[in-house]
């Protein structure tokens, strides 16, 4: 089966700088990408995704990029705001969803 | 658009009780649906899934069992808690047949067994 590993695990970056969450996966059939967000008590939310006949998607802030050759995925954050904090998980659909295992982010002021 | 409720939010229970968590959803006709169970505030674990009504696969061995009543129904149960059932469970679903779908999650149920 598809196995989905994610780092790193806890990220804090400055408010306004860029924060980076990289994911690899085992399965070369994958073809979609999603990737979450869930804040405290919540639950997960769809953010960005990706299919693999695309190499990169932006969305304002929020960029995913894919190598397939190299079968990693990575999560961009641009100019971050105190409300990107939040847990990020990535995962891969082969034929099963499959999540990594998630990135707390933080945000300082 | 379609919505995904659980109830209830929040929920605490002595050990050896019963537990029923429902999850229903609108907006969609024979969704797969899915039960999920997060430890520490992080690491999503599958438990259940369902590809139809009385259709229910289980990921882990466990405590806990799943039942679809209805198209979009989806019921968490136990008959006696353990102290380890303790997490926020979260339902999700996702369009039958589709392939690269994704998934699309409640906003969860946080249950704390004493």
């Known amino acids: 089966g598809e196995n989905v590993e994610q780092h790193p695990s806890t990220l804090s970056v400055q408010e306004g700088d860029s924060a980076v969450i990289k994911c690899t996966y085992s399965?070369?059939?994958?073809?979609?990408f999603p990737w979450y967000k869930q804040e405290l008590g919540k639950g997960p939310q769809l953010i960005i995704d990706?299919?693999?006949?695309?190499g990169e998607k932006k969305d304002q802030r929020i960029a995913v990029t894919l190598n397939k050759t190299a079968k990693h995925f990575s999560l961009h954050i641009t100019e971050t705001q105190p409300e990107d904090s939040a847990v990020y998980f990535c995962?891969?659909?082969?034929?099963?969803?499959?999540f990594g295992s998630g990135t707390q982010l933080t945000v300082l002021p | 658009s379609q919505t995904i409720h659980q109830w209830p939010a929040t929920l605490v229970q002595p050990v050896g009780s019963p537990l029923s968590l429902e999850c229903t959803v609108e907006?969609?006709?024979?969704?797969?649906l899915y039960w999920y169970r997060q430890a520490a505030g992080r690491g999503l674990q599958l438990l259940f899934y369902?590809?139809?009504?009385?259709?229910i696969s289980s990921e882990v061995p466990q405590n806990l069992s799943a039942s679809r009543p209805q198209d979009r129904q989806f019921i968490l149960s136990s008959k006696k808690l353990l102290l380890s059932d303790s997490g926020f469970y979260l339902c999700?679903?996702?369009?039958?047949?589709?392939?690269?779908?994704?998934?699309?999650f409640g906003p969860g149920t946080r249950l704390l067994v004493l």
């Open positions: 999700a679903w996702d369009a039958t047949g589709g392939t690269s779908e994704t998934q699309y």
């Open positions: 399965d070369s059939a994958s073809n979609y």
């Open positions: 990706i299919r693999s006949n695309v």
């Open positions: 995962a891969a659909i082969g034929g099963q969803l499959t």
């Open positions: 907006g969609t006709s024979n969704p797969n």
């Open positions: 369902s590809v139809g009504i009385g259709q």
